[in-house]
């Protein structure tokens, strides 16, 4: 299994025993392993075959770990549990694919966050995708403009602990397109974060009960353009 990244070992010694954990878009587990194995409670979300056996392989060896197969948007409409942090790494890009949705996404996770809690999330931006694979479906942003949209909807509500970035290219990487395995080179820089939920305040700033609203509408709505296309 890959490595857990530096930021989630550092959100892993800001949390309280029995802290609960959502892992979105999992992927092979590394950072669902890495909270699971410092017995924290997790739950972790993907919605592809390969990822959700990996996952299942983590929660054979931590039971503390559990898997849900689903779709991002429709675990985060349809769930009603807060967490003490969220994790979403190198997966905001497939999820939205635009600025509105992109702040939408971000009022919906901080509605799923305690106070106090924590949203670990990376950001890709100025992705390089091997020539064959569609970067259709993806949301791509230069960096500038990746790092714009982070602080624009990481505003109100979120303290921001860490930020950083890196870039990164991996040679003959794998991609999916379709059901097939494509292979090229792959680069991105990488804008990472950390924020802290903090209560709402402020004149104009909206209470708690219009934003859960306004988040969940909001989401809804994602869905449905989704389904749409
Ligand atoms: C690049 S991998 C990152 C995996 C993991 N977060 C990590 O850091 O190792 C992206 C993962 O997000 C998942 N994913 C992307 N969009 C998703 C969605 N809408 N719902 C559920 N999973 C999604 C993919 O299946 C894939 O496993």
């Known amino acids: 299994m890959a490595k857990p990244s530096d930021t989630s070992r550092q959100l892993a010694e800001l949390l309280k025993p029995g802290a609960q954990i959502c892992d979105l878009g999992a992927g092979g587990g590394r950072?669902?392993?890495?909270?699971?194995?410092e017995n924290f409670n997790v739950v972790a979300v993907d919605r592809n075959q390969q990822a959700l056996k990996a996952l299942e392989q983590v929660n054979r060896e931590y039971p503390n770990c559990q898997v849900v197969g689903d779709d991002i948007l429709s675990f985060l409409t349809s769930c009603e549990s807060t967490f003490d942090a969220i994790v979403m790494w190198d997966c905001v890009h497939?999820?939205?694919q635009g600025e509105r949705a992109f702040d939408d996404l971000a009022r919906c996770l901080r509605q799923r966050i305690a106070d106090q809690g924590y949203l670990l999330i990376t950001f890709l931006s100025d992705i390089c995708y091997p020539d064959q694979l569609s970067s259709q479906d993806r949301y791509l942003l230069s960096r500038e403009a990746a790092a714009r949209q982070l602080q624009g909807a990481f505003t109100h509500g979120w303290q921001l602990v860490v930020e950083k970035e890196k870039s990164f290219s991996i040679p003959a990487a794998e991609g999916m397109q379709g059901t097939s395995i494509v292979v090229g080179n792959y680069s991105a820089t990488r804008?990472?974060?950390?924020y802290k939920a903090v209560p709402f305040s402020g004149d104009g700033v909206p209470g708690d009960t219009d934003v859960f609203h306004a988040a969940v509408q909001a989401v809804a709505g994602l869905q449905l353009c989704r389904e749409s296309h």
């Open 94 to 96: 497939h999820v939205v």
């Open 31 to 37: 950072h669902a392993w890495l909270f699971a194995s």
């Open 191 to 194: 804008l990472v974060r950390l």
